[in-house]
Nanobody, 121 residues
Framework: QPRLVESGGGLVQPGGSLRLSCVVS????????IAWFRQAPGKEREGVSC????????NYANSVKGRFTLSKDNAKNTAYLQMDNLTPEDTAVYFC??????????????WGQGTQVTVSL
């Protein structure tokens, strides 16, 4: 049974950093794209970043470009979202998701339960 488990969320001050992890099981990262989404209270879910199975191609939302870095370690079945220079606007529940093949704008097949990120003084 495919499974994704996020961790690493928490409370951080503006300008701080967090690294989220997404550990997957039941499938391999060399054949599935991994994406991160976030949803703030009262707002629609937003795509944050995605990395293709090859690991060569990574894309980012304009709102996080230059501050967030998505990477993965296929041997550890883990994807990482390094988030730097965080602002209160980054406060949201962050979800990782996976789908077979390349990154896309459609609905992803597998989802984690999410981890809360709060940026506040």
């Amino acid at each position: 049974q495919p499974r994704l488990v996020e961790s690493g969320g928490g409370l951080v001050q503006p300008g701080g950093s967090l690294r989220l992890s997404c550990v997957v099981s039941g499938f391999t990262l060399d054949t599935y794209a991994i994406a991160w989404f976030r949803q703030a209270p009262g707002k629609e879910r937003e795509g944050v970043s995605c990395i293709n199975p090859s690991g060569v191609s990574t894309n980012y939302a304009n709102s996080v470009k230059g501050r967030f870095t998505l990477s993965k370690d296929n041997a550890k079945n883990t994807a990482y979202l390094q988030m730097d220079n965080l602002t209160p606007e980054d406060t949201a529940v962050y979800f990782c998701a996976a789908d077979w093949g390349s990154c896309h704008r459609g609905t992803y097949l597998y989802w984690g339960q999410g981890t809360q990120v709060t940026v506040s003084l």
